[in-house]
C-alpha cells in the first residue's frame, strides 16, 4: 500500500480558493492514478477527482466541474487538487488514494485504508 499524505486544507470563505497536495516518499506513487476524495458530516464519503498516471487523463464528479482542477508532478511524488469558487457546501474531509487503473478509481470504495486527510472549512 502507497503511502500517503494530504495537506493544504484550512478555512476560506465563500468563492475563495485553495490548493491541496497529496504527497508519497515512495517511487512507485508515478505508477498509480490518485483520486480525491471528500467526506463531510453525516455524508459518505464520495469522489471528487481522479487523474491517471501520466497526468494526461482526468476525471471530476459533476459537483466540481469547471471549479477544481486536479493535476500531478511526478517529479515530486505530488498531485494536487485546485479547488476555486468555493462554497459551504464544499466543506469536508478531503483524502487522496491510489489505483492502478484511473477509472477503477472514480467508482472504488474498498479502499483497505484511508489517510488522515486534510479538513477544508468554508464560510458563508
Known amino acids: 500500500q502507497v503511502q500517503l499524505v494530504e495537506s493544504g486544507g484550512g478555512l476560506v470563505q465563500a468563492g475563495g480558493s485553495l490548493r491541496l497536495s497529496c504527497a508519497s516518499s515512495e517511487r512507485a506513487f508515478g505508477d498509480y492514478a490518485v483520486a480525491w476524495f471528500r467526506q463531510a458530516p453525516r455524508k459518505d464519503r464520495e469522489f471528487v477527482a481522479a487523474?491517471?498516471?501520466?497526468?494526461?487523463?482526468?476525471y471530476y464528479a459533476d459537483s466540481v466541474k469547471g471549479r477544481f482542477i486536479i493535476s500531478r508532478d511526478n517529479a515530486k511524488n505530488t498531485v494536487y487538487l485546485q479547488m476555486n469558487d468555493l462554497s459551504p457546501e464544499d466543506t469536508a474531509l478531503y483524502y487522496c488514494?491510489?489505483?492502478?487503473?484511473?477509472?477503477?478509481?472514480?467508482?472504488?470504495?474498498?479502499?483497505?485504508?484511508w489517510g488522515q486527510g486534510t479538513q477544508v472549512t468554508v464560510s458563508s
Open positions: 487523474v491517471n498516471w501520466g497526468g494526461g487523463l482526468t
Open positions: 488514494n491510489v489505483d492502478k487503473n484511473v477509472l477503477r478509481i472514480t467508482r472504488r470504495t474498498d479502499f483497505g485504508s
